[in-house]
C-alpha cells in the first residue's frame, strides 16, 4: 500500500519535472541580450571617462562583471539606479562629483589659435574647423564629455552650463491633497437627465454669471513688467536691448529672427534680466526681461496699418501677424501666423471663428464678442485671407445669446457671408478638435489637427489681437483678462497689460481665501508664486472662495467615468494607478488606450471624479516625463550614431593607410626584382 | 455610498419587519466590528482613520453583510463577519478600491463555511414572529448563544432548503399549503425590497444597468435551462429566491470588484448568475450567489484583458 504511494507519487513528480523541464525549454522568453540593455541605459555620450572606449564597451564590461556600475560620470545617479535596478544589485555611489545639469563645450573664439587639436579628441564629431581657422562647437550635437578641454594648448575651451529648456521640465506628481473642491459647490459636472456620459461629453454647471455683464476695464500699469523672454517651445529668446535703454511702446524687445517678437507693453526703461517664477506645472523659473514703465506713454506705433487689409497678398498678412507676435490667446499660446501658415499648407477651406468658453468661470471671449464683435469679424476676414479659408463660422456657446446677438449684428453689417454656429454647453466643447464636429460636421481623427480636415479654428482673443495687428498696426501687448470665483470681489473682466505680476491683478480682484487658479476653473494651474506676470495666453484668474477649495482625495474605486468622458478614448483610472506606482512612467505606453501622449490635459476625467482624484495632474507628470525621456533617447541616439560613424572612418582611413603601405612596399619589392 | 444606503433602506426595513429585533443586532454588531478593525488596519497601515471611516464603505459593508446573515445569531458570529469582511476582504489588498473580492461576501462565506449550523437556521419569515419569539429570548440567544427550546422550535427550511435537501416535489406541496403567495413566501416581500431600491439607483445612474441586467439575465436563462433539462425549480422561483435580486443590485454592480469594459461586465453578470444556478440546482449548497461572486471576482481582471484584446484590440503587455 505505501509502496504503491510512493512509487505513483515519484512518478508523478518524474513526469511533472520532464513537463516543466520541456516547457522551460521551449517556452524560454526571446530576452534582449543584457549588453544592449545596459547599453540603451548608457548616456551614449561616449566620453571614455569611465575608462572605456564609448559606451558599448563600458557595458560590455559591466555585462561580463568586470566593472563597477558607478563610473558613467555623464549619466549621473539617475544612470547609476536605473543600472542597478536592471541588474539587480545595489546603487552604488557614483565617483565623479554630480555635476548641477548639462554642460556645453565653448571655444572661445578670440583665443583659438586654429591647432585642430580638439577636433579629434571629441567622440561625435561635434566641433568643425579647419587649420589656421576659427573652430567652433555645435551646441546641440556636444554630448559634455569635456574629453576637448584638455587638448587645447591654450585653454580657450571651457564648459558652461546650459540652461534647462522649458519643455523638458517634469511637473511633480500630485500630492493627495491638491484635488478639486466639493461638486455640489462649486461648479462641475452635472447629470444630464437624459444622457448616459458619453466620449468627450460632461455636462457643466457653469458660473459665468459672477463675471458676465460689465463693461471691461483697463488695470493700470504695474511698477514693473516682468516678460518671459520665451518662444513658444520654451526655447530662450535673445533680447534686442541692454540694461538701462529706453523703450518706447510697442518696440520689440526680442531679435528680429525670432518666431514670435516680444513688445514693450508699455513705455520704458529695461532695467535688467532676472530669472522669475512664471506660471508653469513645473514651477519653473525663467530669464525674463524687467521693464520699468514711467509716465511718457507716446501714441507711437512701430508698424504702419495695412490698409486696405484685406487687398493685401496672404504672405503680407502672415509676416505681420508674425511682427506683431501674435500668440493663441485661447491658452496654448502657439504662434498665430505659424499656425495660419500650416493651415495655408494644408489647404484649409473653413475657419472656425472659436467662441466657445467651455470653462466654468472665464468670460473673456464673450465679453469680446460682445463689445468688440466688428473687429473680431473683420480679423477673421483677415485671419481668412491670410490662410485662404474661403468660408467663416462663428462658433458660440448655447449660453452666450448676446455674444451671439453680437456677432449677428457684426456680421450682418460687415456684408454678411459668414455663418453663427451655436454649440452645446458640453465640456471640452472649446477644445479646438472638439470644436470641429458641430461647428462643420467633419471629423478629427484622433491624433490629428482640424487642419488635416480643412479647418482652422482661432480664438476670438486672437482675431481681435489680429485686427489691432494689420489695421491699427498694433503689436500683442495686452489682453482681456477674467476675473471670477467665490473669493473675488470685484469680478469681471479687465485688460490687463501682459507682464503685469499676478499680485497686482490679484490686489484688484479682491482678497483670497484659498486656491488661487490661473487659466480658468477646470483646466488652470494653482498659483503657487503671485509674482509671477501675466502671459499672452491667460485667459483668467480664479479666486476660490472656502466653499470652493479642494477636498481631500479617496480611493479609486474604479466606476469608469473617467474612462467613459475622456474625449481621447483613454483609461485615466488604469493609468494614474500605473503611473502612481512607478510602473512604465516615461517609456512607451502597453496599448494606445493608456499612452500619456494622447492626453490633452482638458481635466474632464477630473472634473466628474467622484473621489477627487488629481487625474489630469497625474497624467500631466507622465506625459512630462514621456516626452523628456523621448527627447534623451533620442539625443542618445544621435551620439551613438556619430560616434559610430567616427569609428567606421577612423578605421576606414587605416585600412586605407595599411593598404597604401602595402603597395609601395610591393612595388619596392618588383622594383627589387 | 449614501445613494447606495438610501437604497437598502427598504430591505432593512422590510427584514426587520419581517425577522424582528435580530436583524437589526446583526447590522449594529457588524458595523461595530468592522468599524473597529478599519480604523486598526487603516492605522496600522499610516491612513487617516477619519477619511477610510467617512466614506460610508463600511457601513454599506455592515449592511449587506447584516441582511444576508440569519435573523437569530449569537453575537460573535456577525462580529467575525464584520471584522473578517474589511480585514480579509479589503484592508489586506490596501484598502478601498484595491480588493479583488467583494469585501461583504469575503466576511459573509467565513462565517457560513465556519458555522454552518448557525447560519443555516432561518425562522419562518412571519411579521407576527416578534410575538412567538420575544425580543428577550432573541436578545438572550444574541448573548449567549444558547438555543431555547421554542426558538429552535420556530427554526424552519427556507424555500431554497427545501429544493436542496428534500426536491422540487417538497417545494410545490409547501407552496400549496401556503397559499396567496409564490413558492418564495413572505421572502417574495424582501426581494421586491431590493428591487425597489436597486431600481432606484438604476435610475439615478449609481450603478451600471448592465451588471444587474446580466445577473437577472444569466440566473433566468439558466434556470430555464435546468427546468426543461433536470425539471428544475421554475424561473420566477429562482428569481425571487434567495439573494437573487440583492445580488443583482447591490453585490454584482460594486465598481471595485467588477470588470470596466461594458462587454466584460455582462460576461462578468452573466456568469454570476449561471454558477450560482449551477450551484443552486446541482450543488449542496441551498445559495450558490456568495460563491459564484468570489469566482467571478477572481475571473473579472481576466474578463477585462480578454474583452480588451478581443474586442478593441488593445491588450496590456
Not at chain 1, 540652461?163 to 459636472?189: D, F, K, N
Not at chain 1, 472638439?434 to 482640424?450: D, E, F, L, N
Not at chain 1, 507622465?622 to 569609428?647: N, P, S, Y
Not at chain 2, 440546482?281 to 456568495?290: N, T, Y
Amino acid at each position: 500500500m505505501v509502496l504503491n504511494a510512493v512509487i505513483t507519487l515519484t512518478l508523478l513528480a518524474g513526469l511533472c519535472g520532464i513537463g516543466l523541464g520541456l516547457a522551460g525549454r521551449r517556452l524560454a522568453g526571446q530576452r534582449d541580450p543584457v549588453v544592449e540593455r545596459i547599453d540603451a541605459l548608457l548616456p551614449q555620450t561616449q566620453c571614455g571617462q569611465c575608462g572605456y572606449p564609448g559606451c558599448r564597451p563600458y557595458a560590455e564590461a559591466i555585462a561580463a562583471g568586470s566593472a563597477p556600475i558607478n563610473l558613467c560620470a555623464p549619466g549621473g545617479s539617475a544612470t547609476v539606479q536605473a543600472l542597478a535596478e536592471l541588474l539587480q544589485v545595489d546603487p552604488e555611489p557614483i565617483d565623479e562629483a554630480e555635476g548641477n545639469g548639462p554642460l556645453v563645450a565653448r571655444i572661445d573664439e578670440a583665443q583659438c589659435i586654429g591647432c585642430t587639436r580638439c577636433l579629434p579628441a571629441c567622440p561625435v564629431d561635434a566641433i568643425v574647423g579647419a587649420p589656421k581657422q576659427l573652430h567652433t562647437v555645435l551646441r546641440s550635437e556636444c554630448t559634455g564629455c569635456q574629453l576637448c578641454v584638455a587638448t587645447c594648448p591654450v585653454d580657450c575651451i571651457t564648459m558652461e552650463a546650459v540652461e534647462v529648456p522649458l519643455s523638458s521640465r517634469i511637473r511633480p506628481l500630485p500630492t493627495p491633497q491638491s484635488t478639486r473642491a466639493e461638486p455640489l459647490l462649486r461648479p462641475g459636472p452635472v447629470r444630464h437627465p437624459h444622457s448616459e456620459p458619453r466620449l468627450g461629453e460632461v455636462w457643466v454647471r457653469d458660473a459665468k454669471q459672477t463675471s458676465r455683464g460689465s463693461t471691461p476695464t483697463t488695470l493700470a500699469l504695474p511698477e514693473r513688467l516682468i516678460l518671459p523672454l520665451l518662444d513658444h517651445t520654451g526655447t530662450p529668446l535673445t533680447p534686442a536691448q541692454q540694461p538701462g535703454e529706453r523703450v518706447r511702446r510697442g518696440t520689440p524687445l526680442t531679435m528680429p529672427d525670432a518666431t514670435v517678437p516680444l513688445h514693450a507693453p508699455a513705455a520704458g526703461v529695461v532695467e535688467g534680466f532676472e530669472h522669475h517664477p512664471i506660471v508653469h506645472p513645473s514651477a519653473a523659473r525663467v530669464r525674463c526681461l524687467i521693464l520699468r514703465p514711467d509716465d511718457e506713454q507716446s501714441a507711437v506705433l512701430p508698424m504702419p496699418p495695412l490698409d486696405p487689409p484685406l487687398a493685401q497678398p496672404p504672405q503680407v498678412l502672415l509676416e505681420r501677424i508674425r511682427q506683431a507676435g501674435i500668440r493663441g490667446m485661447g491658452g496654448g499660446a502657439f504662434p498665430s501666423a505659424l499656425k495660419l501658415a500650416d493651415a495655408a499648407e494644408c489647404g484649409v477651406d473653413v475657419l472656425v471663428v472659436n467662441g466657445v468658453e467651455c470653462d466654468t468661470y472665464l468670460t473673456c471671449d464673450e465679453t469680446l464678442l460682445c463689445q468688440h464683435a466688428d473687429e473680431v469679424i473683420a480679423g477673421a476676414r483677415i485671419a481668412a485671407r491670410a490662410c485662404g479659408a474661403e468660408q467663416i463660422l462663428v462658433a458660440v456657446k448655447a449660453g452666450s445669446r448676446y455674444a451671439a446677438e453680437a456677432a449677428r449684428r457684426a456680421i450682418a453689417a460687415a456684408g454678411g457671408g459668414i455663418r453663427v454656429v451655436t454649440v452645446d454647453a458640453l465640456y471640452p466643447a472649446g477644445n479646438e478638435r472638439h470644436i470641429v464636429y458641430p461647428a462643420t460636421g467633419r471629423v478629427v481623427p484622433p491624433g490629428a489637427r482640424p487642419p488635416t480636415v480643412g479647418v482652422v479654428c482661432q480664438n476670438v482673443s486672437t482675431l481681435y489681437a489680429i485686427e489691432r495687428a494689420v489695421v491699427h498696426g498694433e503689436p500683442s501687448m495686452a489682453r482681456l483678462l477674467t476675473i471670477s470665483g467665490g473669493a473675488a470681489e470685484h469680478p469681471g473682466n479687465y485688460w490687463v497689460a501682459v507682464g503685469t505680476p499676478l499680485a497686482a491683478v490679484i490686489a484688484a480682484a479682491g482678497e483670497p481665501q484659498g486656491r488661487i487658479l490661473v487659466g480658468g476653473g477646470i483646466m488652470g494651474l494653482p498659483l503657487r508664486d503671485r509674482s509671477a506676470p501675466v502671459t499672452h495666453g491667460m485667459s483668467g484668474v480664479i479666486l476660490e472662495s472656502v466653499a470652493e477649495t479642494p477636498l481631500p482625495e479617496q480611493p479609486c474605486i474604479r466606476c469608469t467615468r473617467c474612462t467613459l468622458v475622456c474625449p481621447e478614448g483613454l483609461r485615466p483610472h488604469e493609468m494614474v494607478s500605473r503611473i502612481r506606482a512607478g510602473v512604465g512612467v516615461g517609456e512607451p505606453a502597453p496599448s494606445i488606450d493608456l499612452d500619456p501622449l494622447r492626453c490633452t490635459g482638458c481635466a474632464s476625467c477630473e472634473l466628474v471624479c467622484p473621489s477627487s482624484i488629481p487625474l489630469a495632474g497625474v497624467l500631466g507628470h507622465a506625459r512630462d516625463a514621456t516626452r523628456v525621456r523621448l527627447c534623451e533617447r533620442e539625443r542618445a541616439e544621435r551620439a551613438r550614431e556619430r560616434f559610430e560613424a567616427r569609428q567606421l572612418r577612423a578605421s576606414r582611413r587605416k585600412r586605407e593607410k595599411e593598404a597604401a603601405r602595402q603597395r609601395k612596399r610591393e612595388a619596392i619589392a618588383n622594383k627589387g626584382a | 455610498m449614501g445613494e447606495v444606503l438610501l437604497a437598502l433602506t427598504p430591505a432593512a426595513a422590510v427584514s426587520i419587519w419581517l425577522f424582528g429585533v435580530g436583524v437589526a443586532l446583526n447590522i449594529a454588531t457588524v458595523l461595530v466590528a468592522a468599524t473597529l478593525v478599519e480604523a486598526v488596519a487603516v492605522r496600522a497601515r499610516g491612513g487617516s482613520v477619519r477619511a477610510a471611516l467617512g466614506d460610508g464603505s463600511v457601513l454599506v459593508t455592515a449592511l449587506i453583510i447584516g441582511l444576508c446573515l440569519p435573523p437569530l445569531l449569537p453575537w460573535w458570529i456577525p462580529a467575525l463577519a464584520g471584522a473578517l469582511a474589511v480585514l480579509l476582504g479589503k484592508q489586506v489588498y490596501g484598502g478601498l478600491g484595491q480588493n479583488v473580492f467583494n469585501p461583504a461576501i469575503v466576511g459573509y462565506v467565513a462565517v457560513v463555511l465556519a458555522f454552518p449550523q448557525a447560519t443555516g437556521m432561518w425562522p419562518a419569515p412571519d411579521p407576527t414572529l416578534g410575538a412567538v419569539i420575544s425580543n428577550g429570548e432573541a436578545w438572550r440567544y444574541f448573548l449567549s448563544g444558547e438555543l431555547t427550546p421554542l426558538a429552535d422550535a420556530l427554526t424552519h427550511a427556507t424555500p431554497l432548503d427545501r429544493l436542496a435537501t428534500d426536491g422540487l416535489a417538497a417545494l410545490l406541496a409547501h407552496e400549496a399549503a401556503v397559499p396567496g403567495l409564490a413558492a418564495t413566501g413572505a421572502w417574495t416581500w424582501l426581494g421586491l425590497a431590493f428591487l425597489l431600491g436597486g431600481i432606484g439607483l438604476v435610475a439615478r445612474r449609481t450603478i451600471d444597468w448592465r451588471l444587474p441586467s446580466g445577473v437577472l439575465i444569466g440566473t433566468a436563462a439558466t434556470a430555464a435551462l435546468f427546468a426543461v433539462v433536470t425539471d428544475g425549480a421554475a424561473v420566477g422561483f429562482h428569481l425571487l429566491a434567495g439573494a437573487t435580486l440583492m445580488v443583482a443590485f447591490f453585490i454584482a454592480t460594486d465598481p471595485v470588484t467588477a470588470p470596466v469594459e461594458s462587454r466584460a461586465r455582462w460576461l462578468y453578470a452573466a456568469g454570476i448568475g449561471v454558477v450560482a444556478m449551477v450551484i443552486r440546482e446541482l450543488g449542496g449548497h441551498p445559495d450558490g450567489f456568495a460563491f459564484a461572486i468570489l469566482m467571478m471576482n477572481a475571473t473579472a481582471p481576466l474578463l477585462d484583458y480578454w474583452v480588451r484584446r478581443s474586442w478593441r484590440g488593445t491588450a496590456d503587455s
